[in-house]
């Protein structure tokens, strides 16, 4: 396997008091195989050490930028993209892992696949490092071509930290979104709208799972952030009405569920309604919401 070592990958890593967990994060991008890469590291006004942690690592293809306190993914991603010199953009967390052969492997693909203009990989969530608790997909192989639908029917893993794209196809999608702090899957899925992909469901992105990881501590918005994507695209006219209902049905399912984890009975009865709502004549729904009277009732 060989991919053109001097096609240079721009990679955006937003950043805010990882100083614990950051430099695990760039040695795994340091040790990729395709070494052609430059790292935007964007500070989100980190109050820890995180800065001296980054200015420590003796790498001239590491480049610090202090964005002061933002806090809207969106911005921090789209600041970094501004400073981006490479034709291909990838995203990274500041907690999270990579397989060293992850960037390699998918601009390969990519060039294999002229048609394709973005690239998502498999992987897996963990706690402990080389402990797969939960793999993204269970499939094996490569999927070529429109993956716009199957996204809205929960069928792809969609997180910015698997991506690899041209960067060209911001002209036709424009930047990340910057009205809130989830932006990333509205902004992977207007390039799946556009684009072709290429899916590589092999585990390359090795997802940290812990106690202070912003899906944790504001999971209500990341649900309110995939409502507001549906309703987009189908306003747009770009979602067909019954995919549109499918995907909110799933998504208030899962509310609910999440809400019961949260101890939030009460809330959760309140999505398990909403659902039944949008199709009354699931028997899940139904089972769902007896499921919530119950915790309700045991609180």
């Not at 291909?88 to 390699?104: G, R, T």
């Not at 997180?159 to 424009?174: M, P, T, Y």
Request: one cysteine or more; hydrophobic letters at 40%.
């Amino acid at each position: 396997m060989s991919t053109t070592n001097t096609t240079l990958i721009s990679i955006i890593m937003p950043t805010y008091n990882r100083a614990k967990l950051i430099t695990g994060t760039i040695a795994s991008i340091q040790q990729q195989s395709h070494t052609c890469w430059e790292l935007i590291i964007v500070d989100d006004g980190s109050d820890d050490d995180t800065e001296n942690v980054i200015q420590q690592i003796n790498d001239s293809r590491i480049q610090l930028i202090k964005a002061g306190r933002i806090g809207i993914g969106g911005t921090i991603k789209n600041i970094g993209l501004h400073h981006a010199r490479g034709n291909w953009i990838a995203f990274m967390d500041s907690d999270d892992l990579w397989h060293p052969q992850k960037l390699e492997k998918q601009l390969l693909a990519l060039q294999q696949n002229p048609r394709a203009s973005f690239s998502l990989t498999g992987g897996y969530n963990f706690k402990k490092e080389g402990n797969a608790e939960e793999y993204f997909y269970t499939q094996k192989g490569v999927y070529t071509g429109n993956i716009f639908s199957l996204i809205f029917q929960s069928k792809i893993a969609v997180f910015a930290q698997a991506l690899l794209f041209r960067k060209s196809c911001l002209d036709k999608v424009g930047l990340l979104k910057e009205t809130g702090s989830f932006s990333d899957v509205d902004f992977i899925t207007a390039l799946a709208y556009d684009f072709d992909a290429v899916l590589l469901y092999e585990p390359l992105l090795y997802r940290r799972l812990h106690d202070s990881n912003y899906i944790h501590t504001a999971w209500k918005k990341s649900y309110y952030a995939g409502i507001s994507t549906i309703v987009h695209f189908q306003a747009e006219k770009k979602l067909p009405q019954s995919l549109a209902k499918s995907a909110l049905y799933r998504l208030f399912i899962n509310f609910g569920e999440s809400a019961l984890e949260h101890k939030e009975n009460k809330f959760a009865l309140q999505q398990f309604y909403i659902a039944w709502c949008i199709k009354p004549f699931k028997w899940v729904s139904w089972k769902k919401w007896m499921k919530g009277v119950v915790y309700y009732f045991k609180r």
